[in-house]
């Protein structure tokens, strides 16, 4: 059943899936260019919306960049995501679960692999 509802919202699914992984990375990086940070302190907050375990590998790649502040930046975007995605998109009125699930999964994978929502559905994310 799953399968066949992602396999219905492939498009949507990964669509947002890029978007949001765009968005991430240029919104960090232009926010870490206005606030004038070093370049190394900017390439160390730049894959916070991914694991940690990922965040890690890709910071490994840079020189100079710090994996403590990395692996601290992603578990605060998570917590962040967490607490705060369901009233965000509460006051957008998105009510449509497969974009509630998605913005959820793009917002916070990382804190948990499932959700129940308030449609009393469970969305995976």
Request: proline share 2%.
């Amino acid at each position: 059943m799953i399968f066949q509802l992602v396999k219905r919202h492939a498009a949507e699914i990964f669509t947002s899936v890029i978007i949001s992984t765009i968005f991430s990375l240029y919104s960090t990086a232009f926010i870490g260019r206005i606030l004038g940070l070093e370049q190394d302190l900017t390439v160390s907050i730049l894959p916070r919306c991914i694991t940690v375990a990922l965040a890690l590998s890709i910071v490994s790649l840079f020189e100079g960049a710090n994996s403590s502040l990395t692996a601290a930046v992603v578990v605060l975007t998570g917590l962040v995501g967490a607490n705060f995605v369901q009233a965000v998109l509460d006051k957008l009125k998105f009510r449509d679960p497969i974009a509630r699930g998605i913005a959820t999964a793009s917002r916070r994978f990382n804190a948990a692999n499932c959700k129940k929502d308030d449609f009393g559905t469970v969305n995976s994310v």
